[in-house]
């Protein structure tokens, strides 16, 4: 390998790389608007699941006895 074909590698894989990284945005444009809408609609979904979640542990955290109380709840059987 001489350096003229090293440099000739590097240009490629720059020129690869420019392209891959300008392709990882989306676009907005008009054609777009069906996976622009369809990322929001996921991120919506998944927030909604992630606060329910939380929403649901911390009224079970809140319902939760003591251990205390748990153990003169099995001593009254």
């Known amino acids: ?20 990284a300008h ?4 676009a907005t444009g008009p054609d777009n608007t069906n996976k622009v809408m369809a990322l ?3 991120v919506l979904i ?6 329910g979640s939380l929403l649901i542990l911390a009224d079970m955290n809140d319902n939760m006895g003591t251990a205390a109380e748990l153990l003169n709840l099995q001593m009254q059987h």
């Open 46 to 51: 998944v927030a909604w699941v992630a606060v």
């Open 40 to 42: 929001a609609f996921g």
């Open 23 to 26: 392709s990882a945005h989306p």
């Open 1 to 20: 390998m001489n350096v003229k074909s090293i440099a000739g590698q590097l240009r490629e894989r720059r020129a690869r790389f420019a392209l891959s």
